[in-house]
């Protein structure tokens, strides 16, 4: 947690706030080994960034007066689509992507996906919420990302998709192509991952359509949560 | 496991092996849906890759004969200096550096690295050896990663790291400076990563001396295990 995420909620006046979760407590206390007069990094979600001063230090609350006058890092001009991973990897890329400016994510289905990984309670809109303030918490940032699900991969990429990458260089990552991933880009991208062991030829093909590039990473097979971030690196 | 890896004592013959143990027995029979006369993906650990035909398929050993004639993928010329992990993300970690190529590790110790985590038995040499061959099975390649523990950090940075980093670039990633980390290099290359919040000032200021860069990736604050493919995605 290296910024302190307050939401609406925990608001007093619009200067003041008061934190009164096990969590945020916990780590105040702990962590940073917090005194009244003390300054923590603090940010509003959705909103800006700035500092905390800690005007009260209760068994069960913290009182802060807020100065935020920061705006959050700048978000990644991109959509990432990303065929749904197995529920514990989801987690954590979850987490990841919050951490690295992501704010257009779409999970889909994927001939490789397996069923049963629509049926994770980690898909649940209160626990994709929680894994994204964590990677946010992390990564110092505000704005949280929007994730949508689509269970059906054909309907997804001919009646959707064609409109969320229009204006974008779109992208597929897939390792059965001469096309070398970009490097260092300086426009709106729209970037597909596929499932472990890849998006089928159909699925390629069906993409292509739409308007995406197949390009590959190199004769190494990544992991999903592995290949996330290497991208990320490696294109902006 | 994207690729099957042999060990010398699977060899039967310089062109036949057998697999007696659980999880690659297991692996093929359910992930492959092996049969006689199917073929795999195989390496020798440290050797050539290629295909292994099944030449038998018994409740307890698998044979294979062997035709390993392509070189694995070339390994990153790169010399990874990293802070010693939490014991959950050092499994990960491994698998991951050996999944991307690197070939040299060196976990040395830092002011924020926990004490406890050196006494964590995923660093006895065959907890080591297991998570480098997973990743090595993800990633397709057959050549070991080499990884060295270092418990003190200022007789490692002084005595060996400059005999480490000898004729390479050597860069340290550290949120407080100016210098852009570069990226797509074509040169050797020494990068150091510290631990979750960072090295102190006067750990930078000893890598520094030592020859290292500081270099920072931008607002955004990244667990280790995002940041180091992040980090490879943008330089190689």
């Known amino acids: ?20 979760d096990l969590r945020r407590l916990t ?11 003390d300054t923590l990094k603090v940010g509003m979600l959705n909103g800006n960034m700035g500092k905390g001063t800690i005007t009260g230090l ?36 979850l987490q990841t992507i919050a951490t690295l400016g992501v704010k257009k994510l779409h999970l889909i289905n994927s001939y490789r996906v397996e069923k049963s990984y629509w049926q994770t309670p980690f898909l649940e809109a209160a626990n994709i919420h929680e894994q994204l303030l964590l990677g946010l918490e992390q990564g110092c940032d505000t704005r949280l990302p929007q994730v949508h699900l689509h269970k059906r991969f054909k ?57 995406f590039e197949a390009v590959h990473l190199g004769e190494r097979i990544m992991r999903v949560e592995t290949a996330v971030p290497y991208l990320l690196g490696r294109l902006f």
Not at 27 to 37: F, L, Q, R, S, T
Not at 60 to 86: C, F, G, K, M, N
């Open 58 to 93: 209760g068994e069960s609350e913290i009182s802060l007066a807020l100065d935020l006058t920061e705006p959050p890092p700048a978000a990644l001009d991109l959509t990432l689509v990303l065929a749904l991973p197995r529920p514990k990897m989801l987690r954590r890329i």
């Open 155 to 211: 309907p997804f990429v001919e009646d959707e998709l064609p409109a969320l990458i229009a204006g974008t260089r779109a992208l597929v990552a897939h390792p059965y192509t001469p096309n070398v991933c970009p490097s260092q880009i300086d426009y709106a991208l729209s970037l597909a991952v596929g499932p472990e062991g890849g998006f089928i030829e159909y699925e390629i093909a069906l993409l292509q359509k739409c308007g």
């Open 1 to 20: 947690m290296n910024l302190i995420l307050l939401s609406p909620e925990d608001l007093t006046s619009p200067s003041s706030a008061v934190i009164t």
């Open 27 to 37: 780590h105040i206390k702990n962590i940073h080994g917090a005194a009244v007069g």
